[in-house]
């Protein structure tokens, strides 16, 4: 759903099993294009694709999308509410309808993906079990919605970023609000992250995201994934970029990309 909100027009789809193997499709020129969720605004960030952001030596971020999430109790056609035992879905999608689970005492069951666990539920015909996913999963495989809006939370949504082996054009003239992420590691000396964020800060620069990751290197040393508004190609941001690079032990900007909006 937020690859086709990203692509209006049409597009061939290629759903894989792990975000991995996402990841190597497209640096192994297997797609053209990647969308993957980063975070949740409920559950928060979703941290193995951040590690997978940081590994990649040839993806960087072209765009954004806001999918709105409505989740949907789905099972098979003449499946009772009442005889549902397990619910299968994404480990993300079953903590956000976590409340509404213990309600009506169904187990939560870990899947790859949403859409997938609709899938195995029809495949295997069970009667007592049902998948969380989204309406259109359901009209997809032809299967019953039990129950629609079952999310904890009714301001629910994911951010995805769509990913590429190809560099972003150019800013586009005109009064679009762009964003950078970027990735970075700090020197262990005293105010050494105060030092770098008041570089952006003395120039006005907004960051909207500062998250911070181990290493899996040396233990108790972090990454951290920034999100900020500007191009890289402004002065500002160019300024900032360059007075913090002597600052940090490590530094990678993943892209910079038109800022979407929620619909």
């Known amino acids: 759903m937020a690859t086709l909100q990203y692509f209006p027009n049409t597009v061939e789809l290629m759903p894989l099993k792990s975000f991995q193997d996402v990841f190597h499709a497209a640096e192994s020129g297997g797609v053209d294009f990647a969308v993957v969720p980063v975070e949740n605004s409920i559950e928060g960030s979703v941290n193995e694709v951040y590690d997978l952001l940081l590994q990649t030596k040839k993806m960087g971020v072209i765009g954004e999308v806001y999918q709105r999430v409505r989740h949907c109790l789905i099972a098979n056609k ?96 005109g009064h679009y609000y762009y964003k ?16 770098i964020l008041g570089e952006f800060a003395i120039r006005k620069i907004n960051l909207t995201k500062v998250e911070s990751r181990p290493t899996k290197e040396t233990p108790w040393e972090y990454n951290f994934y920034v999100d900020l508004e500007g191009h890289s190609g402004d002065k500002a941001v160019k300024d900032a970029l360059r007075s913090i690079k002597p600052k940090t032990s490590y530094i990678k900007i993943l892209g910079s990309y038109k800022r979407a909006e929620f619909h």
């Open 78 to 173: 003449g499946t009772r509410k009442n005889a549902i035992k397990q619910a299968y879905s994404h480990p993300q999608a079953l903590a956000q309808c976590r409340e509404y689970l213990q309600k009506h005492r169904m187990e939560p069951m870990p899947a790859y993906d949403t859409a997938g666990a609709v899938k195995m539920i029809k495949e295997s015909g069970a009667m007592d079990s049902a998948a969380i996913a989204s309406r259109r999963a359901a009209e997809l495989y032809d299967m019953q919605i039990l129950d629609e809006g079952i999310e904890d939370r009714k301001n629910n949504y994911t951010r995805f970023l769509v990913l590429s082996p190809k560099k972003a054009k150019s800013r586009k003239p």
């Open 180 to 195: 950078t992420s970027m990735i970075f590691s700090v020197k262990h000396v005293p105010g050494a992250l105060f030092g």
